[in-house]
């Protein structure tokens, strides 16, 4: 069965201290895995694609990388304004993309 | 600006109650998606449409309906069939069916009376 699981469920940082969430999936045929932030109460909102297992994305302290069975979202100097729930999603080419539970990250100051 | 706007933000069903949620994108996307989102769990798809006056059901249609007969519109109705429809919905779009990557609305808020 298709299936992303996303880990840890939660996870509680210092401001400045740099850590990674993991998203593993089991789908067959990859064709791109999706990260996306997600406020309370807000709709997702997309950060990066990866197509293909050694490809890496930036933005800002974000850096997302993908291998053959999971990516990491890595966080390097948290905010408190990084503070959000961080979906991964897979799509292995048909109409449906499935999506983790997510992880819930908090940073304080 | 582009983008996906969805109403209202929250929205209140009473019992046997029928509701439509709103969904507009001007992003001249081709594809269309609505999805439920439930505490501790991942976005389960409702529905969705790859063009306009077609469309199809995802994982957890029943009690759930939708038209597309605009590129720019899909609205989704939260029927009386539906028993548990307490979530927060999500409607997306995409430039071509799960081809790209699927752009997210601010979402509503469905509680039951």
Same mark, same amino acid.
């Given at each position: ?109 | ?50 063009? +306009?006056?077609?469309? *199809? /059901?995802?994982?957890? @249609?029943?009690?759930?309906?939708? $038209? ?9 109705? +939260?029927?009386?069939? *539906? /028993?548990?429809?307490? @979530?927060?919905?999500?409607?997306? $779009? ?20």
């Amino acid at each position: 069965e298709d299936q992303v699981t996303q880990s840890p469920e939660a996870l509680r940082l210092q401001e400045g201290e740099s850590s990674s969430l993991n998203c593993s999936y089991t789908v067959s045929g990859l064709r791109g895995l999706f990260w996306y932030r997600q406020d309370p109460g807000k709709g997702p909102e997309f950060l990066f694609t990866l197509y293909s297992a050694g490809e890496e994305k930036e933005k800002e302290r974000l850096k997302a990388t993908l291998t053959k069975k999971e990516s990491f979202l890595h966080i390097t100097a948290p905010k408190p304004e990084d503070s959000a729930t961080y979906l991964c999603a897979v799509w292995h080419g048909g109409f449906k993309t499935i999506f983790g539970a997510g992880t819930r990250l908090f940073v304080k100051a | 600006d582009g983008g996906i706007t969805q109403s209202p933000k929250y929205l209140f069903r009473k019992e046997g109650q029928n509701v439509t949620l709103s969904c507009e994108q001007n992003l001249n996307h081709d594809a269309m998606y609505w999805y439920r989102q439930d505490p501790g769990q991942g976005l389960r798809l409702i529905y969705y449409s790859q063009i +306009v006056n077609d469309f *199809q /059901k995802g994982d957890i @249609a029943e009690g759930y309906s939708v $038209s597309r007969e605009k590129k720019e519109s899909f609205p989704l109705t +939260v029927t009386s069939a *539906q /028993k548990n429809p307490t @979530a927060f919905y999500l409607c997306a $779009s995409s430039i071509i069916a799960s081809h790209e990557t699927q752009y997210f609305g601010p979402g509503t808020r469905l509680l039951v009376l």
